[in-house]
């Protein structure tokens, strides 16, 4: 059964008839979750369940999906469980009985809970319905009321009935390997073809079903299909291992070239380049021989232009103090001649005021003498 999530459960049961009562058992449950629940739930923590009733579950909440129990036809007799639901695990495979006297079918709403805590459950998907039809009484297999009935040496009724149910397993199951071998693409089978080989194979030692040639022809046909199913994706695995391997390699061997292109590049990049780092140093050597020579020669042409300045400098200096010193003997003569020439006036005024006076000490002296005429 499949999910609209394309969760995939896998029902076993059997339907029997005991002190008068059919009998529903659940025998095996299988349960693969799909992408979309994959990764989210736990698979220990989910749970496949169906109900018999709607309504108040007791202290168990469900929530999510809105769920439906499965309708029994008002010619049979069914007791409703205490819960009004069935899980369906490794722990607890239910049972459910049925008064009824003739065949009918019941069709049981199955669907997918998750455990989320203490009586807590959120239903993520609904798995359809479980189609289940009960035979009747005569038609109901290995497990008739009747079971002191003396052997004979013809087929029963009870015998053909058993034969014709699990014929109609052996269809069901072929069609089965038939779909999941069809799907299958690769090695490994996948767990549910496997399981289901492995049922045919029972199926196929069932003395029902060794009696009917055809039925075990198929069956052989279907085993034959699996083994060369298997063969064809092995070679097919052979072949795309030989194939990755020489895609390997050969990436590999790309890998190897482009490695080795890289790293001959890389020399022959690191070659040019210490052929240029040696012309550089080449011409940082010659630049340098010509800068120092060109410094020494501008310092030459400094020191002989910074002398040519001093010694400019040296005469501007010594005509400079010649201008002086004669500008001292000037100044000093000027002022030797002009002493000079104060001094002879000075004297020639003193002699003539001594003269003078002398001569007008004499006329006094005359004058008293004589009046003698001194005039000049």
């Known amino acids: 059964m499949y999910s609209e999530s394309r969760d995939r459960i896998i029902l076993d049961y059997d339907v029997s008839f ?17 992408n979309k629940f994959k990764e989210k739930f736990k698979p220990s923590r989910v749970k496949v369940m169906f109900f018999d009733r709607e309504g108040n579950y007791d202290d168990i909440r469900f929530a999510g999906k809105n769920t439906e129990a499965f309708s029994i036809p008002s010619s049979v007799s069914y007791n409703c469980s205490a819960d009004g639901f069935f ?6 495979y239910p049972e459910l009985t049925f008064r009824a006297t003739t065949a009918f079918k019941l069709s049981v709403p199955v669907y997918l809970a998750y455990y989320e805590k203490k009586k807590h459950y959120n239903i993520f998907a609904s798995c359809g319905s479980l189609e289940v039809e009960f035979p ?8 008739l009321e009747n079971q002191a009935s003396p052997a004979v040496t013809i087929i029963s009724q009870e015998e053909e009935g058993e034969a014709n149910i699990d014929i109609r397993v052996v269809e069901m199951t072929i069609r089965n390997v038939n779909e999941l071998l069809a799907e299958q693409d690769e090695l490994p089978f996948t767990d549910d073809l496997r399981d289901a080989v492995s049922r045919l194979r029972a199926l196929r030692e069932n003395p029902s079903v060794m009696c009917d040639k055809r039925v075990a022809k198929r069956i052989d046909e279907v085993l034959d299909n699996c083994r060369e199913k298997e ?14 391997k020489q895609a390997a390699e050969q990436k590999e061997e790309q890998a190897r070239q482009q490695a080795q292109a890289r790293e001959d590049s890389i020399q022959a990049a690191n070659q040019l380049r210490a052929e240029e780092q040696k012309k550089q140093n080449i011409w940082l050597i010659i630049g340098g021989i010509i800068l120092a020579i060109l410094t020494f020669v501008g310092n030459q042409l400094f020191q002989h232009f910074r002398n040519l300045k ?6 501007d200096m010594q005509q400079s103090v010649v201008k002086r010193a004669e500008d001292e003997a000037r100044r000093r003569a000027r002022n030797a001649a002009h002493s000079q020439v104060n001094r002879v006036k000075t004297e020639a005024r003193k002699k003539t005021r001594d003269f003078v006076n002398d001569t007008m000490g004499k ?3 005359d004058k008293k003498k004589g009046n003698k005429d001194y005039s000049i």
């Open 231 to 244: 063969r064809e994706l092995k070679t097919k695995s052979r072949a795309a291992a030989e194939a990755e």
């Open 363 to 365: 006329m006094g002296k």
């Open 87 to 92: 899980f369906i695990d490794d722990d607890d």
């Open 136 to 143: 009747s009484k005569r038609n109901t297999g290995s497990h």
């Open 18 to 34: 005991r002190n008068n009562q059919y009998v529903l058992r659940f025998t095996d449950v299988r349960k693969i979750l799909g």
């Open 310 to 315: 001093n010694q400019k400098s040296m005469l």
